[in-house]
């Protein structure tokens, strides 16, 4: 049986479905309501709330495996949610792992917790130094599970995910608007030059590197979690024009993009070796099942 919290977000909701189709039993948390015949259990709860605990444990069975998605996501530095969520949160979902004794405990970090990529390709390997208090609380997260799972006998497995991207994505993101913009054949708008290079991964992807965590025994410590190539703004805009079939065409506004240049490139190798994972779906992939998902409500 496997504990996922986040299972109303993005990218939780997707691991939650893939995991119940592949014959888990999923017991699944959220802080919004969520329904969803199909999982053993969903439980409405605040992660950050200091009788949460004790909630759990009336309410949900035992489970051998947590899979921390929640996550609070803010670039206001002072915003509160950040860190009751994201530290606090965090901490208690660790604090449950050992009364429950689990056998692995699965943590959804961001491969932007290093800041500013100084060393290409970007490794797990990269100095950290976080720019943003979301980064940081994630990091944050990474180091209690550290000392957690030293002081445990269940294995930690911590995955600094990309970009995810896919069906459900918020729709302020870079690709989202792109996908859009394709959709109507509307001009597609380019800060700068379109230089800036980032790695997206399909959450399915996210939801295979999951599940060998699960199932493969020597899952354990950090590893980066994302599609084979980075990808310039430029060619996001191309791509999704050429993937859509769209006549959008391409214009660059006066505005500097204050990223002009930035390249994620990052290292999936130690994934590929360890946990046998493959990206199985293109950024391609990615832009048809969105551009499907859009074309089926109002944009």
Avoid at 193 to 207: A, K
């Amino acid at each position: 049986r496997i504990l996922i919290t986040g299972i109303s977000g993005f990218v939780g909701g997707v691991i939650a479905e893939h995991l119940v189709n592949q014959g888990y039993d999923v017991v699944g948390l959220s802080r919004s309501p969520y329904k969803n015949s199909s999982l053993v259990k969903t439980l409405q709860a605040d992660i950050a709330n200091i009788n949460f605990i004790d909630q759990v444990l009336e309410k949900v069975p035992y489970c051998d495996v947590i899979i921390h998605a929640a996550a609070a996501i803010n670039n206001n530095l002072y915003v509160p949610e950040i860190s009751l969520t994201n530290c606090l949160g965090t901490q208690q979902m660790l604090h449950l792992a050992h009364i429950w004794k689990v056998k692995k405990f699965i943590y959804l970090s961001s491969v932007p917790v290093i800041g500013k990529p100084k060393e290409l390709p970007i490794t797990e390997r990269h100095p950290i130094d976080p720019l943003t208090a979301y980064h940081a609380s994630k990091l944050y997260g990474e180091s209690l599970i550290k000392i957690s799972s030293n002081n445990s006998e269940f294995k930690s497995v911590i995955l600094r995910l990309t970009s995810p991207v896919g069906k459900g994505m918020q729709d302020n993101r870079i690709l989202s608007l792109f996908v859009r913009k394709a959709l109507c054949n509307s001009p597609i708008m380019i800060l700068g030059q379109g230089t800036r290079q980032q790695n997206y991964v399909d959450v399915r992807d996210i939801s295979l590197a999951v599940r060998s965590c699960v199932e493969l025994n020597n899952a354990e410590g950090i590893f980066n979690i994302g599609g084979e190539k980075s990808i310039s703004n430029l060619e996001l805009a191309s791509t999704c024009i050429k993937t859509l079939k769209s006549s959008s065409q391409i214009i660059f506004t006066e505005d500097n993009d204050i990223e002009e240049g930035v390249n994620w490139n990052v290292s999936i190798n130690k994934a590929k070796r360890i946990l046998n994972y493959r990206p199985q779906y293109t950024i391609e992939n990615s832009i048809s099942e969105i551009g499907d998902s859009f074309a089926r409500c109002n944009y």
